[in-house]
């Protein structure tokens, strides 16, 4: 009786799931339609608004009736204006760099608004990747430089390679003292699977046009030569991070810091990594007297597929956990 009561209740979600992503997938069909001209939006959001709040909420639990009303009184009173703004800006970065797509966006919207004495504050949390990638997202940063706008990076967590590679092009580079800075080397590793394959019995083939068109590979048998030739582009390509730093921050003692190690904070200020410890919650709260601060993020518009795929696993998942419970109660009370 109870198993086909059961049965029933998740024939009756499923049929429910079913009716909610035919309405979702007519409903996301005509505001497609009517939206087709945009990839995505961005979001705005006060600061100093959500800070006045915080501190609001908090002085109504702490004060008496009237003491809180001289207070909202007094802030009415003493409102601010301001002149100049402060646009902080996210980046958590993988090893492809993937939020590029929305950072250049965020920053194209900031150039074509940015007004004389504006500011930019990128929160970065990064800890490297492929070259290219990150040499893209560094030279999105430098856009803002290369038009006058000052930046600030603040390093809460980790900026180390290829972020430091992105950290570098700051007016100035703040980090909490635990933060990890540093990290400029180059690294290449490959698993190379050619004795497994021979002790097999497999070939492997590898055609080229070119000496170098492939160096060290994975299932092929690597030679002194291909070794050496990876070690060359590796070289390369560490001078060319060199080169970049030292022209984005010009009193560093490139040799001393470009061994590939890492520092914490303090050690990253001794050795100019850094400008000041600070977290980026300090850094904000700072600039409120000054700036109208808002937090600036690029959100991609979800695609149909996105949608029904996040009601399916919402109700799927919900459906799971009910028939989950229903089978604990019955083991229980059985």
């Known amino acids: 009786m109870f198993i086909e009561l059961l049965s029933n209740y998740g024939l009756f979600l499923l049929k429910t799931l079913t009716v909610v992503i035919s ?11 009517k939206n087709n001209k945009t990839e995505g939006d961005i979001a705005i959001k006060n600061l100093n608004k959500e800070f006045s709040l915080l501190e609001e909420n908090i002085k109504k639990n702490l004060l ?5 009303k001289k207070f909202v009184k007094l802030r009415k009173k003493n409102k601010k204006t301001y002149d100049k703004k ?3 800006l996210d980046f958590k970065g993988n090893i492809k760099a993937s939020e590029i797509v929305s950072l250049r966006r965020e920053i194209s919207g900031i150039i074509l608004s940015y007004q004389e004495s504006d500011e930019v504050l990128l ?7 492929t070259v290219h990638e990150h040499g893209l997202a560094a030279a999105q940063l430098k856009r803002l430089k290369d038009k006058n706008i000052p930046l600030t990076i603040c390093v809460d967590k980790v900026a180390a390679s ?9 007016n100035k580079i703040i980090a909490s003292p635990f ?5 400029i ?19 492997f083939e590898q055609h080229t046009a070119g000496n170098y068109k492939r160096t060290v590979t994975m299932f092929g048998e690597n030679t002194d030569k291909d070794r050496e030739k990876l070690g060359e582009q590796l070289q390369d390509i560490h001078v060319l991070f060199k080169d970049f730093i030292t022209t984005n921050r010009k009193n560093i003692d490139i040799e001393k810091v470009a ?13 100019n990594l850094i400008d000041s410890i600070m977290t980026s919650d300090e850094y904000i709260l700072s600039m409120t007297n000054e700036f109208e601060i808002f937090h600036i993020q690029y959100k991609k518009l979800q695609t149909l597929s996105d949608k029904i795929s996040k009601i399916s696993s919402s109700a799927s998942s919900k459906l799971f956990n009910v028939l989950e419970q229903k089978n604990h109660d019955k083991n229980i009370f059985k």
Do not use: H
């Open 23 to 33: 309405i979702v997938l007519i409903l996301s069909f005509i505001m497609s339609a």
């Open 64 to 68: 008496g009736k009237s003491e809180f």
């Open 86 to 88: 402060l646009f902080i």
């Open 123 to 129: 929160r970065l949390e990064n800890s490297g990747g």
């Open 162 to 170: 290829g972020g430091y590679m992105m950290a570098c092009v700051a």
């Open 179 to 183: 933060a990890i800075i540093g990290s």
């Open 185 to 203: 080397g180059v690294l290449a590793q490959v698993p190379n699977f050619n004795k497994l394959l021979k002790n097999k019995g497999i070939d």
């Open 259 to 271: 061994t590939g190690e890492y520092w914490y904070g303090p050690k990253a200020l001794e050795l």
